[in-house]
C-alpha cells in the first residue's frame, strides 16, 4: 500500500515518517495511515489501543442530571422529579439502535467507538443528522474523511474559532467519486459538528494518533521479537547435520538411493563413511527477555501506561503494584474527562434542544436564556468502576473518608463503583423493606 510523501508500507517491512511537530500538518494523512497500519498489524500496538480504551471509556457512561435548581427556582422536589424525567427519556433515546446513524449500535457503545477512533487516527468526528421522521441520531467518523483541500486543513475559521468542516460523505478510500460536503459548526443552537480530538498546545487544529510518538519503538519491538521467535522456531526444528568422513567436509545432500528423512524416535544406519554431528543454533537467546523488557518500557513511557497496567503482570509488592494503577488512572481519567466535556455534554445538550423543540420535555427558559439552558443541562457522567487490587481495603477507606468528612458516599459510590448514590439507598431501602416484610411473615 502507497501513501503520500514515498511512505511505502508493506507486509514484509515499513518505512515510517517522523512525526512533525505536532501543529505542522503537513504529513498528517502518512501519519494516521502509519497508525492505522499499525494498530491492524502490530501486537503490541493494538494492546495499547485496548488497554487505554478499556481503562479510560470502558462499558460506558450513565447520565445523572445535577440541574441548578437554585438558578431555576425549584424546589428540591421539583428539581428532583425533572431529573428523574429527564434521565428516564434519555436512558430510552440512548438504548435506541435508532440513535446510531448506522444502525450497528446504540448511543451507549458510541464513546468508545469516538475515543478508539481517536486514539488510532487522531481524532474523531461526530454529527447529528435526524431521520425524516424527526428522530435525532449520532454519527461517528474518522478524521481521515476530513476533506484537507479545502479551507485550512479542511476546517474553516472566524476569529481562531472554527465555524464549518468539509467532510466526504464516504470514505475516500474506498469510492473514487467520494464528495465532500460544507457542515456549519451550528445552525441556532444545535451544535451540527463535534470534533473530537486531545489538544496538546495551542493552537492545534487536528489531533495527532496515539501511536506517533512510538512509531519507531514499536518498529523495534516487533522486528525484533519476529526474529527472535523465528529464530527460536528454526533451533526446534533444526535436528543434526551428516558429515562426510572421508571429504573432511559437510554433506546437506545424501546419495539418491541412501536420502535420510528424520523423524521423532526414528532410528537409522548410515551409509559408510558418513556420521552424524549435532550443531548447537545457540538459542533461544538468554537477554531476549532483558532486551524486550527495556523496549516495553520505553514504549509504556511514550504511551503514558504504566508498564505494569500493559503488560497485566502485577510481580511486585501490593504497594507498588497499586501506586502503578493509581499512576495509570490519571491518565485516564484525563482522557476520560475530555470526552465527557467534547462528546457527552454537547451530545446531552443538543437531546436537551431536540427534546424540547419536540415536546417530549418542558424546561422553562431553554431556549430563551443561555444560564438557564446552561442549570438545565449540568450532569454528570457515571464511568466503569475502579478495579481495586484489594476491595476489602479500599472498602475499609472509602469508608473513613466519608466517616471524617473528607468526602461524600456519593463521590465514592460514584468513583468505586460507578454507580448513583440516591438510587442505592433507594434500593437497599426496598431491599430491606422485603427482608423485613418476609421476616415478620415467617415469625407470624
Not at 526414528?266 to 551409509?271: A, G, Y
Request: aromatic residues 10%.
Amino acid at each position: 500500500m502507497e501513501v503520500v510523501n514515498d511512505s511505502v508500507y508493506t507486509s514484509e517491512g515499513y518505512e515510517y515518517l517522523s512525526p512533525p511537530d505536532i501543529a505542522d500538518l503537513e504529513n498528517i494523512e502518512a501519519i494516521q495511515a502509519t497508525s492505522q497500519w499499525m494498530a491492524h498489524t502490530n501486537a503490541f500496538a493494538a494492546g495499547a489501543i485496548s488497554t487505554n480504551a478499556n481503562s479510560t471509556i470502558g462499558r460506558g457512561f450513565k447520565l445523572r442530571s445535577t440541574i441548578n435548581r437554585d438558578y431555576l427556582g425549584l424546589s428540591e422536589e421539583e428539581a428532583h422529579q425533572k431529573k428523574q424525567e429527564i434521565e428516564r427519556l434519555f436512558n430510552m433515546w440512548a438504548s435506541s439502535p435508532k440513535t446510531d446513524a448506522t444502525g450497528h449500535t446504540n448511543f451507549k457503545q458510541l464513546p468508545m467507538l469516538l475515543y478508539k477512533t481517536s486514539l488510532v487516527t487522531g481524532a474523531s468526528i461526530a454529527l447529528y443528522p435526524e431521520t425524516d421522521d424527526g428522530w435525532l441520531q449520532v454519527k461517528i467518523l474518522s478524521s481521515t474523511q476530513i476533506n484537507r483541500e479545502k479551507g485550512l486543513n479542511g476546517i474553516e475559521f472566524k476569529d481562531g474559532a472554527p465555524v464549518a468542516y468539509h467532510i466526504y460523505k464516504k470514505r475516500k478510500e474506498l469510492y473514487e467519486d467520494a464528495k465532500s460536503v460544507k457542515i456549519k459548526m451550528y445552525s441556532g443552537l444545535k451544535r451540527n459538528v463535534v470534533h473530537y480530538f486531545d489538544k496538546k498546545i495551542a493552537g492545534q487544529i487536528d489531533g495527532i494518533p496515539y501511536l506517533s510518538a512510538v512509531f519507531d519503538t514499536l518498529r523495534k519491538i516487533k522486528d525484533y521479537s519476529q526474529a527472535e521467535l523465528d529464530a527460536a522456531m528454526l533451533s526446534a526444528l533444526f535436528a543434526v547435520g551428516i558429515v562426510k568422513k572421508d571429504a573432511g567436509g559437510v554433506s546437506l545432500k545424501m546419495p539418491d538411493d541412501n536420502t535420510i528423512k528424520l523423524k521423532k524416535g526414528n532410528m537409522f544406519k548410515l551409509p559408510a563413511g558418513y556420521e552424524v554431528s549435532t550443531i548447537d543454533p545457540s538459542h533461544p537467546n538468554s537477554s531476549y527477555p532483558e532486551a524486550m523488557s527495556a523496549f516495553i518500557t520505553e514504549l509504556c513511557i511514550g504511551l503514558d501506561i504504566p508498564k505494569e497496567v500493559f503488560t497485566k503482570e502485577f510481580k511486585a509488592s501490593y504497594s507498588a503494584s497499586r501506586g502503578a494503577v493509581i499512576e495509570g488512572r490519571k491518565s485516564f481519567r484525563v482522557s476520560r474527562s475530555g470526552v465527557e466535556i467534547q462528546f457527552l455534554s454537547e451530545t446531552y445538550k443538543n437531546f436537551l434542544l431536540w427534546s424540547v423543540l419536540n415536546n417530549y420535555l418542558v424546561l422553562d427558559g431553554f431556549l430563551d436564556d443561555e444560564f438557564a439552558r446552561m442549570a438545565w443541562s449540568s450532569a454528570d457522567w457515571i464511568g466503569d468502576i475502579d478495579e481495586e487490587l484489594d476491595p476489602l481495603k479500599a472498602a475499609n477507606a472509602a469508608q473513613k473518608r466519608v466517616d471524617g468528612y473528607f468526602t461524600t458516599g456519593d463521590f465514592e459510590s460514584k468513583q468505586m463503583y460507578g454507580l448513583d448514590y440516591d438510587d442505592n439507598i433507594e434500593r437497599r431501602n426496598s431491599e430491606l423493606s422485603k427482608i423485613n416484610t418476609k421476616e415478620i411473615d415467617e415469625q407470624g
